[in-house]
């Protein structure tokens, strides 16, 4: 695998899973295929799970590891090209990107939507120049518009706990104070999509996503999408659709899972891909409930990224 940006890139996932669940039977059994390979994470954003679990990942592996926090302790980097440069940014990315390729083998790069313009996020101009002008593979550690490590770790996660073959999901859109990225919901989406389950998305009006989301029933009565679920999926995202993207148009706690939205599922697992707001996405009471799984899924962040390391190793 050279890039790893979106599912297409993992080929069929029952033989990512398969993989998957073999290297979490004995995560050190790879720990050659990394000597004297260099992972350089590079983070325009914040993060506690990615960081730490792509690092594991990578150490699992027996490679070195490079972190970068770009607004930290680094020139401020100029990104857009055509720009005089006569304001604080002292760098611009199209010479940084080639230099950081000098010094390691395997990229990841971390970098949000700005929520701003949607044409530029939806381009994922910032992964886009790291995979043109670094001359490594490049990984996603959530870009724009997905984040493929997180959901090929939801994947993993259903497959373990999952009790029925096709068993029914339902991603439901829940209130935050801040604006979101879509990236989380989107690639979910498209994760789902490319399995046989039944897949149901529930959001307030207004909050309908991009196309990632492909044949997902949509049910705009969160009550009604939860009847009979197996997992809920909760996660918030603002607007997508104009004129009101990146906008947080409701912060209505009617929509917080709490018990008694679970009630009305199969005896669901609860999923979130954390951090989360309690009491506003969830209450503590479901999170810290027995069929919460936000634990186990946060463990296998570290599965997901030594699969996508491993076949990025293999193919150097
Ligand atoms: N879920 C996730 O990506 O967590 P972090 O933002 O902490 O990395």
């Known amino acids: 695998m050279r890039n790893f940006t979106n599912v297409s890139d993992i080929g069929p ?3 990512a899973v398969k993989e998957a669940l073999k ?3 004995d995560r050190f059994a790879y720990s050659a295929l990394g000597k004297n390979r260099t992972l350089m994470m590079i983070f325009f954003n914040s993060s506690l799970r990615t960081r730490l679990s792509t690092q594991k990942a990578a150490m699992n592996l027996g490679m070195n590891v490079i972190v970068l926090d770009v607004n930290q302790g680094t020139w401020k980097l100029e990104t857009e090209r055509g720009v005089i440069m006569d304001g604080d940014k002292a760098e611009h990315l199209l010479e940084a990107i080639p230099v950081m390729g000098c010094y390691c083998d395997i990229i990841g790069v971390r970098s949000f939507a700005g929520l701003n313009d949607k044409t530029e996020d939806y381009e994922e101009r910032v992964i886009n120049q790291f995979i043109k002008y670094s001359g490594r593979p490049v990984f996603s550690m959530e870009a724009a518009t997905r984040h ?3 959901s090929f770790a939801d994947l993993i996660t259903i497959e373990e706990f999952k009790t029925k073959p096709r068993p029914k999901v339902v991603m439901t859109w829940a209130p935050h104070p801040r604006a979101l990225p879509q990236a989380v919901p989107n690639s ?3 994760w789902m999509n ?3 389950y039944e897949f149901v998305i529930t959001h307030p009006h207004g909050y309908e996503l991009d196309s990632f989301i492909g044949n997902a029933r949509v049910e705009y ?3 009604k999408a939860l009847e009979g ?4 999926y909760a996660k918030n995202w603002a607007a997508y659709t104009d004129p009101n993207y990146g906008k947080v148009l409701s912060t209505d706690r009617a ?3 709490d018990s008694e939205k679970m009630a009305l599922t199969d005896n669901a697992f609860f999923m979130h891909c954390l951090p989360v707001r309690r009491n506003m996405i969830v209450t503590d009471e479901v999170i810290e409930s027995e069929r919460s799984i936000v634990i186990p899924e946060a463990a296998n962040r570290e599965i997901s990224a030594q699969v996508v390391l491993k076949r990025m190793l293999e193919s150097l």
């Open 221 to 223: 009565d969160q009550r």
């Open 188 to 190: 979910f989406a498209e």
């Open 148 to 150: 493929p490590l997180q």
């Open 255 to 257: 929509w917080t899972v």
């Open 194 to 196: 490319a399995t046989d």
């Open 23 to 25: 290297v979490k039977s």
């Open 13 to 15: 996932l029952d033989i």
């Open 229 to 232: 679920a197996d997992f809920v």
